[in-house]
């Protein structure tokens, strides 16, 4: 029984699909960037990086204060960039994931700012570490203020043992 479906139909269907999301990118495009101003550029070095990260945090801090939408305790230490160390660079960055401890809690106990390794703002790097050498305030938000670093802070000082804790499997 013949369903009058050809390879030749199939590869139509492909170029329609093929041509209706190259329209959809571009329309995209344009609706995101009505001004022309294309991406924001790469920060020239990881210093810049460390500084607008430690200046991003400061804004997302104040912006939360004056909005009302969640107040940082004035005990949390900073979610910072740094280099990867010596120790850690005979790994492929690509295969380690992200190069961080979350689940340490004596840091921030101690009030020891919380260090992500990264490698220096290159072209073609993956999205997020794309992203984060470009406007550092969306790594601040998923990870620093109010994301992961300041809920395991918070979970971490919590007076009943089992919310200091988390585990995933």
């Known amino acids: 029984m013949?369903?009058?479906?050809?390879?030749?139909r199939i590869a139509d269907y492909g170029r329609a699909e093929y041509a209706a999301a190259a329209a959809s990118l571009a329309n995209d495009r344009h609706r995101n960037d009505v001004a022309g101003l294309g991406p924001l550029p790469l920060l020239p070095t990881l210093a810049a990086q460390a500084a607008a990260t430690l200046a991003a945090q400061a804004e997302v801090k104040a912006y939360a204060a004056a909005q009302q939408l969640f107040?940082?305790?004035?005990?949390l230490p900073n979610y910072t960039v740094s280099p990867i160390p010596?120790?850690?660079?005979?790994?492929?960055?690509s295969q380690l994931g992200e190069e961080d401890d979350f689940t340490t809690p004596p840091e921030s106990l101690a009030g020891v700012d919380f260090t992500r390794y990264i490698p220096a703002p290159t072209p073609g790097m993956p999205l997020f570490l794309d992203a984060m050498a470009r406007d550092p305030r969306s790594v601040i938000v998923h990870e620093g203020l109010p994301g992961h670093w300041m809920q395991f802070s918070v979970s971490w000082r919590n007076p009943r043992e089992a919310r200091r804790r988390w585990i995933d499997r």
Do not use: E
Request: glycine share 10%.
């Open 86 to 93: 010596a120790w850690l660079q005979p790994f492929d960055y």
């Open 2 to 8: 013949s369903l009058g479906v050809t390879p030749g």
């Open 71 to 75: 107040t940082v305790p004035d005990w």
